[in-house]
C-alpha cells in the first residue's frame, strides 16, 4: 500500500496531461453511473477542462510510481457552490486519499468564492456524513420521456 499524492491534472502539462485520455475513460465510466448516458456533462466538462476554464478541477490520486489509484472532478455550479463527483479508489492508499481530494476541491472552490460543496453519488452511505459532512438534501430522480407522455 503507497502513499498517494493529489494532484489537479492540466491537460497541457508536458507529463501530467498524458494522464487524461486514460482518466476521461474513468470518468466516462462514472459519469454513465450517475445517468449521463449519452455523455453531455462529460463532454461539457472536458471542453471547460481542455479551454483551461477555471471553473472545472479534475484531481487524481497517484501512486509512488506514478499510477492513477483515484480520481474526481468538480465544476462550480451556478447558486455559488462547486459539485464533485464522489471520489473514487481503485486501490487503498496509506493516507486518506478521499478526504485529501474532497480537502483539495474545498479549497479550490474558496478560491472561487463558493460557499458549498455538493458531492453526486450512486448511493448514500452514513460514513460521508460522519467523516465529511456530506448530507443528503435532494434525491434525483429520472424518468424517460415516451411518445405516448
Given at each position: 500500500?503507497?502513499?498517494?499524492?493529489?494532484v489537479a491534472i492540466d491537460p497541457?502539462?508536458?507529463q501530467l496531461g498524458l494522464l487524461v485520455p486514460f482518466v476521461l475513460q474513468k470518468?466516462?465510466?462514472?459519469?454513465i453511473g450517475m445517468g449521463d448516458d449519452m455523455g453531455q456533462l462529460l463532454v461539457q466538462f472536458m471542453s471547460s477542462?481542455?479551454?483551461r476554464d477555471?471553473?472545472?478541477?479534475?484531481?487524481?490520486?497517484l501512486d509512488s510510481q506514478s499510477r492513477v489509484v483515484g480520481y474526481t472532478a468538480a465544476t462550480v455550479s451556478t447558486d455559488n457552490g462547486?459539485?464533485?463527483l464522489k471520489p473514487?479508489?481503485?486501490e487503498p492508499t496509506e493516507n486518506d486519499a478521499i478526504a485529501e481530494m474532497i480537502q483539495q476541491?474545498?479549497?479550490w472552490g474558496k478560491k472561487l468564492n463558493r460557499n458549498r460543496v455538493y458531492m453526486i453519488a450512486k448511493s448514500y452511505d452514513k460514513k460521508w456524513n460522519e467523516k465529511h459532512g456530506f448530507e443528503v438534501r435532494r434525491y434525483i430522480m429520472e424518468s424517460t420521456i415516451r411518445d405516448d407522455a
Open positions: 500500500m503507497d502513499k498517494a499524492r493529489i497541457y502539462h508536458p470518468l466516462q465510466a462514472a459519469y477542462l481542455y479551454s477555471l471553473g472545472v478541477i479534475l484531481l487524481v490520486a462547486v459539485v464533485m473514487r479508489l481503485e476541491v474545498k479549497e
